[in-house]
């Protein structure tokens, strides 16, 4: 797969990293306006064109943005010798990157992820793509990114609750595969708040290192991928069922890895020994929106409609201990009640 380049104050080095990994020369920078307020100095020389700015936030990750995206292009006359540089979180990175896929039958696209969620998550595993008003990335491709550039200097701007969110992702690969990840998020926790470079840096290496192996067995989501859903299953409906107002997303994996915590204890599949490390670590990262109004009928039903429904069989990423999972196929509702009701939804 594409090189994954990690570094404090990266950014500065780009134009010679891109040469180097022989990206076009004609260069198209997306970002947003405020990610370009604090950061547009810290590319120096990347590109003589503009930057298109796409306008800031979840709403607008959609097709009229990517057109606008186009429009830009095509006015600049980009042809199939220009890239795109995404320098944004996951947004301008999964917007961004749909619109390289689909211009002109496909340009590369550089991904430079800005928040600590893209930084681990979503600038790698080339899927991109946008949110329809039916639903949320509906509208999508494969385009594996030619480079991934990770310049842990730029975390240093980000509000300390989008840090968080991004931080139970990583607490996510320490479940499923790394205990030690595991282990040194949580004694490192006052450091990685202070954003400080020895303590993220092998953090932010680690988890792209688990996405990566997981993503380049398994592109395509057929079977090993689906472990990177782990805490996504009620995370996502507890997302719907408070109209992705109420969440940030990595808030609400906090809380669908805890389900899936309680689910396994219940099974018998994980010792409540390590549910209660789960739960320590998670509390020790700050405060979570509150769920105790959200009723737990409402989360099953969206649970219902999630994509990872296949051919009626709900697959179920459950942890078998700290750092070790497995995804199951016959959880109850029930069960999944019970769960929810553990971690405080309104029963
Ligand atoms: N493609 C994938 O595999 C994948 C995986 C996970 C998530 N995603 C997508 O990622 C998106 C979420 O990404 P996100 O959490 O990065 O949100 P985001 O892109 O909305 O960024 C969060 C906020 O932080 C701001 N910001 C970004 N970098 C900053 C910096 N360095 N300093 C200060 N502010 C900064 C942004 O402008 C925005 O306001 C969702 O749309 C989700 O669907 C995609
Ligand atoms: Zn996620």
């Known amino acids: 797969m594409h090189s ?16 180097r990994a022989g990206v076009p020369a004609r260069r198209f920078i ?40 186009y429009d830009a292009l095509i006015r600049a006359r980009a ?25 002109l ?23 991109v793509g946008v949110n329809h008003a039916l639903g949320k990335n509906l509208i999508g491709a494969f385009h594996q990114p030619a480079l991934v550039a990770i310049d842990t200097s730029l975390l240093a701007t980000l509000p300390r609750r989008e840090f968080r969110a991004g931080l139970y992702e990583v607490i996510k690969y320490g479940v ?13 926790l006052k450091a990685l708040f202070s954003r400080d470079e020895a303590a993220l840096l092998p953090v932010i290496k680690e988890s792209c290192d688990i996405k990566t192996r997981v993503v380049e067995t398994d592109e395509r989501e057929h079977g090993l991928r689906r472990i990177l859903n782990f805490g996504h299953t009620a995370g996502h409906a ?24 309680e689910l396994g204890v219940a099974r018998g599949l994980m010792p409540a020994a390590d549910r209660d490390a789960i739960a320590t670590v998670i509390a020790k990262m700050g405060p979570l929106p509150a769920i ?28 078998k201990a700290i750092g070790a999972c497995e995804v199951v196929t016959d959880v109850t509702k029930d069960e999944l009640a019970a769960a929810l009701a553990a971690i405080g939804a309104a029963s």
């Open 79 to 103: 042809d199939r010798a220009s890239a795109i540089v995404a320098i944004g979180g996951g947004v301008v990175g999964d917007t961004a990157g749909f619109a390289a896929a689909t211009y």
């Open 176 to 188: 499923i595969d790394s205990r030690g990840l595991f282990d040194r998020v949580g004694g490192s």
């Open 238 to 261: 507890l997302e719907a069922v408070t109209k992705y107002k109420r969440f940030l997303h990595g808030e609400a994996v906090a809380y669908g890895m805890l389900v899936a915590a």
């Open 105 to 127: 039958r496909g340009v590369p696209v550089v991904q430079v992820p800005t928040t600590l969620l893209a930084q681990v998550d979503s600038a790698i595993g080339g899927k």
């Open 30 to 69: 997306v970002s947003n306006p405020t990610v370009w307020r604090f950061h547009g100095e810290s590319f120096p020389g990347l590109t003589a064109e503009e930057p298109i700015l796409i306008p800031d936030g979840e709403r607008h990750k959609h097709l009229q943005t990517v057109s606008r995206i």
């Open 4 to 19: 994954i380049h990690i570094a404090p104050g990266l950014s500065k080095q780009l134009p010679a990293l891109l040469d």
């Open 292 to 319: 105790a109004d959200i009723p737990v009928p409402e989360v099953l039903e969206a649970i219902g409609h999630d994509k990872k429904v296949i051919q009626g069989r709900l697959h179920y990423v459950l942890p």
